[in-house]
């Protein structure tokens, strides 16, 4: 979604896509304070390609989440913009489905039994179809209705609503699945302790969200420095995959204990990300270069995701 023209109105700033973004200034979304360090900007003009628009990112010097400064809240779904397949088009199926049914395995072997499954932010409902083919009984909840049609398409029974507005969380399950969500809400508190009340005592949370304090991010922000620019990498805040919060694996464990959860098992894991495709020289020096960082990221225990499963205590 390329937004390199903006213009602003009664205080709101649209994107030459028609989103519209409504600046507001807010504190850390992990603990609530107010101290932070600007790691740069991010999005329009801080963006090689000019997607987005752009906005400040800063660390939390408190509990070390990263997020915008001001916070950009879209006042329309940017991701309607894109269809399933554009949207996903990084993602394969049939490796979700296997994922899906790799978690529900671990579940099982922790609770010792299959039981009732919700996944925030569906998307496809990759992961729950792979569950349900264990025997789970699955259920998911998604704001865009694009990607619920897809995942009804799997028999999946999907709830096209937000977090904040959902009824699904209003009943209780034995495992609820923020996979690839928690780096998209504006509020994870808020939607931490609402998953904390919709799992039943002992229940399991499963979360994957990117190391935004990977090695990856941290070389990726100096090479922006020698470059001459204020740039950062992290987050999407304005263009996709629109990410506006971030994590460390400490930060994740912060949030998880303040919500009433405790951490049964976190790690990094190496996640193939690349950069798009370029004929140039330093184009290829870039790419080389990524994949090298990846490697020695993973080594180091500084690899650029996070998965975590935690118990409802």
């Excluded at 209780?172 to 923020?178: A, E, H, K, Q, S």
Aim: with cysteine; hydrophobic share 35%; proline share 4%.
């Amino acid at each position: 979604m390329s937004t390199t023209k903006t213009a602003v109105n009664n205080n709101h700033v649209q994107s030459s896509d028609g989103t519209r973004w409504s600046p507001e200034e807010r504190p850390c979304p992990g603990c609530g304070s107010n101290a932070t360090r600007k790691l740069g900007s991010r999005g329009g003009e801080a963006h090689r390609h000019g997607k987005g628009i752009k906005t400040t990112i800063v660390r939390c010097l408190h509990c070390e989440v990263i997020y915008t400064k001001p916070t950009l809240i879209p006042l329309d779904n940017p991701y309607e913009q894109h269809s399933a397949e554009e949207y996903f088009h990084l993602h394969d199926s049939q490796i979700k489905t296997n994922a899906g049914n790799d978690l529900a395995a671990f579940a099982e072997e922790v609770l010792g039994t299959t039981g009732k499954m919700l996944e925030v932010g569906c998307g496809r409902g990759e992961l729950l179809l792979g569950a349900m083919n264990r025997g789970w009984s699955v259920y998911g909840i998604e704001m865009t209705e694009d990607f619920a049609e897809v995942a009804r398409s799997k028999g999946i029974d999907i709830e096209h609503s937000s977090v904040e507005q959902s009824k699904s969380l209003d009943q209780t399950y034995d495992v609820i699945l923020l996979a690839a969500i928690l780096e998209h809400l504006y509020d994870p508190i808020a939607t931490l302790n609402k998953v904390h009340a919709a799992l039943r005592p002992g229940g399991l949370v499963f979360i994957d969200v990117p190391n935004e304090r990977s090695l990856t991010m941290r070389i990726g922000n100096c090479y922006m420095r020698l470059r001459g620019t204020d740039w950062t990498v992290n987050l999407s805040p304005t263009f996709s995959p629109f990410h506006v919060v971030g994590f460390s694996p400490k930060s994740l464990a912060a949030v998880l204990n303040s919500t009433g959860f405790r951490v049964l098992h976190l790690d990094v894991e190496r996640w193939n990300n690349s950069l798009p495709e370029g004929r140039g020289l330093i184009d290829k020096v870039e790419r080389l270069g990524l994949n090298a960082i990846q490697k020695v990221g993973s080594v180091i225990n500084m690899a650029d995701g996070i998965r975590c499963w935690a118990v409802r205590e």
